[in-house]
């Protein structure tokens, strides 16, 4: 089992940039693949990146495709998402969550969720 705890969330103004972070506890953080996902009020959670076990791979929806990075530090057992020119359409509930099997933008698919983070981008 293993334990996920957001931060870096914020307010921000459009165009500027965050970088969450997620923090695993647990065992044996390298056998997860990890993503990231958001929720905006009304609307259903959507996936934003995935990184696999290694971090060799990495996947990303259109809308943040050349604006947002997901890495990994499995020394430090953290997955990151830096986010860049930050529009309000971003303003969402992130969350990251764990898969025991490949990354996938299906979140019924992970097995482990951290508590969410709150991102505000105002015009």
């Known amino acids: 089992q293993v334990q996920l705890v957001e931060s870096g969330g914020g307010l921000v103004q459009a165009g500027g940039s965050l970088r969450l972070s997620c923090a695993a506890s647990?065992?044996?953080?390298?056998?997860?693949?990890m993503g990231w996902f958001r929720q905006a009020p009304g609307k259903e959670r959507e996936f934003v990146a995935g990184?696999?076990?290694?971090?060799?791979?990495?996947y990303y929806a259109d809308s943040v495709k050349g604006r947002f990075t997901v890495s990994r530090d499995n020394a430090k057992d953290t997955v990151y998402l830096q986010m860049n020119s930050l529009k309000p359409d971003d303003t969402a509930v992130y969350y990251c969550?764990?898969?025991?099997?490949?990354?996938?933008?299906?979140?019924?698919?992970?097995?482990?969720w951290g508590q969410g983070t709150q991102v505000t981008v105002s015009s």
């Open positions: 647990g065992r044996a953080f390298s056998r997860y693949g």
């Open positions: 969550a764990a898969s025991t099997d490949v990354v996938t933008n299906r979140a019924n698919l992970y097995d482990y």
């Open positions: 990184i696999s076990r290694s971090g060799s791979n990495k």
